[in-house]
C-alpha cells in the first residue's frame, strides 16, 4: 500500500513532491490506515547517462540536491518507505537511463540509498531481448469467445514462459536484489506480456497484468475483466497488479471509484495511490481508508483474493471486457466478502444467493455492509439489495 506520483506529475518530479507526499501520508491519517510506501516513478536520474566511473545512475542534482538517499532519510524518519523505479531494458519509458545490463551495480545503490522497494518497468528492450513469441495477454482486445484470436507468433504448445526473456531480465534484477544487506519489495512491470503469471511468484513481491490503467471506466472495467481470470495464480507473495488507484483523479464518478478500489481490494492488488494526496476530497478519503476492505487485502491469514463465483450478464467464463463478472466472494478473518457490481447504467437490485457463494454452507447468516460497517441483520437463503450504477455493493457475511 503507498503512492505513486506519475498520473499527477508525470516527470516534474521532486525531493519536495515526494517528502510532502510522506508528511500528507501522516496529516491525513493515510499511515495510520496502512500506507506506507511513497514512491518516485520515471525521470528521478539525469537523463544523459551514467557515472563514467562507477557506471552509476545518478540522481537528477536540480531536483533531488541530497541524493535519493537524503530523500529516504527524511520518509524513514516519518516511519515510511521509498520506493524508486527504473526498466529492464536499456532505456526508461521516459527515455532516461535503465538498469538491463546494470542490475548488480543498480541493487547496489538502491540499496545503499536506503530504498525499500523497485517499480521495475518494461521498456527500452532491445531487440536481441525481445521474446521470439507472443503470449494471448500480450494484447488488450485479444479473445472472441475465450479463444486468443490475431497472434502472428504464438507460442508452440506447452510453451513454458518461465524460460522466455522476459523472464530472465526480470530474474536478473531478482538475483542482484537479493545479494543486498537490506529487504527491497520487487514490484515486476511486464504489462501482462510473457504470462508473467505462471513465472513471477519467487520472482517478485507483485506481477503488472495488464498495460497502464488511467482514470476512465472503461479502462477500469478492461482490467478488471482481464484480472478475474487470474485469481488461482494470486495468493501470498504473488499478488496481481492491476496498476494504480485512481481515486481522485478526475474522469471517474464517486460510484465508480467506490468500484474500482472495492474491486482492486478484493483482487489482492497492491493498493497504489495515483492522485495527488492535496487533491483528494474527504469522501474519496474515506473511500481510500476503508478500514474492512483494506483488513480483507492485507489478511495476514487469508493470501487469496475474492474471486468470481458468477459472471451475471454474460454466462460464466465469458471475456467481456464490457461486462465483466458481477458477482465475487473471497474469505477473511472477519468473515466472507461478497461483492455485487453493478455493470448497468440503471440502479438494480442484486441478489447473493447464499447457496451459490462457494465460501457459504449453510442457510442463514449475519450480514454487515463493507463500506460502513453496519450490520444489516440475520437472513435466510440470501441477501438483497439496490446498486446504483456501476456501482458495488460489499457484504460481509458471518454465521448466525
Not at 495477454?137 to 506447452?158: F, Q
Request: proline letters at 5%; a negative charge; aromatic letters at 12%.
Amino acid at each position: 500500500m503507498g503512492w505513486n506520483p506519475w498520473n499527477a506529475y508525470k516527470c516534474n518530479i521532486s525531493e519536495e513532491i515526494v517528502v510532502a507526499a510522506a508528511e500528507n501520508f501522516i496529516a491525513l491519517g493515510l499511515k495510520d490506515a496502512g500506507y506506507e510506501y511513497v514512491n518516485i516513478d520515471d525521470c528521478w536520474s539525469v537523463k544523459s547517462g551514467r557515472d563514467n566511473v562507477t557506471s552509476e545512475l545518478i540522481p537528477d542534482p536540480v531536483n533531488f540536491p541530497r541524493g535519493i538517499k537524503g530523500v529516504a532519510d527524511d520518509v524513514h524518519a516519518l516511519g515510511l518507505k521509498l520506493g524508486i523505479y527504473s526498466s529492464a531494458g536499456t532505456e526508461t519509458c521516459a527515455e532516461y537511463p535503465a538498469s538491463l545490463g546494470f542490475e548488480e551495480i543498480d541493487a547496489a545503490s538502491f540499496a545503499a540509498w536506503g530504498v525499500d522497494y523497485l517499480k521495475y518497468d518494461n521498456c527500452g528492450v532491445p531487440r536481441n531481448w525481445s521474446d521470439p513469441y507472443s503470449a494471448c495477454t500480450d494484447r488488450w482486445t485479444n479473445t472472441v469467445n475465450g479463444t486468443c484470436i490475431g497472434l502472428s507468433n504464438p507460442a508452440p504448445d506447452g510453451y513454458d514462459w518461465g524460460t522466455s526473456l522476459t523472464a530472465v531480465r526480470y530474474r536478473q534484477m531478482a538475483g542482484a536484489l537479493a545479494k543486498q544487506d537490506r529487504p527491497i519489495q520487487f514490484a515486476l512491470c511486464p504489462w501482462g506480456y510473457a504470462e508473467v503469471e505462471t513465472w513471477a511468484k519467487g520472482v517478485g513481491s507483485s506481477f503488472r497484468m495488464s498495460k497502464d490503467i488511467r482514470a476512465d471506466w472503461g479502462r477500469v472495467l478492461e482490467i478488471l475483466n482481464r484480472n478475474s481470470f487470474l485469481m488461482n495464480y494470486v495468493e501470498f507473495g504473488s499478488r496481481p497488479d492491476a496498476d494504480m488507484l485512481e481515486v481522485g483523479n478526475n474522469g471517474l464518478t464517486f460510484a465508480q471509484e467506490r468500484t474500482h478500489f472495492a474491486l482492486w481490494a478484493l483482487m489482492k492488488s497492491p493498493l497504489m495511490i495515483g492522485a495527488s494526496l492535496t487533491a483528494l476530497t474527504d469522501d474519496q478519503l474515506s473511500l481510500l481508508k476503508n478500514p474492512r476492505l483494506i483488513a480483507f487485502n492485507q489478511d495476514r491469514v487469508y493470501g487469496k483474493p475474492a474471486a468470481p463465483y458468477k459472471w451475471g450478464t454474460n454466462p460464466d467464463w465469458t471475456f467481456n471486457s464490457s461486462y465483466p463478472a458481477e458477482y465475487w466472494s473471497g474469505q477473511s478473518r472477519a468473515g466472507t466478502f461478497i461483492a455485487l457490481l453493478n455493470t448497468g447504467s440503471a440502479a438494480v437490485n442484486k441478489t447473493a444467493l447464499f447457496s451459490e457463494v462457494p465460501e457459504l454452507r449453510q442457510r442463514r447468516y449475519r450480514i454487515a455492509d463493507a463500506w460502513t460497517g453496519e450490520h444489516l441483520g440475520c437472513h435466510t437463503d440470501k441477501f438483497t439489495t439496490l446498486v446504483e450504477k456501476h456501482d458495488t455493493a460489499v457484504l460481509i457475511a458471518k454465521p448466525c
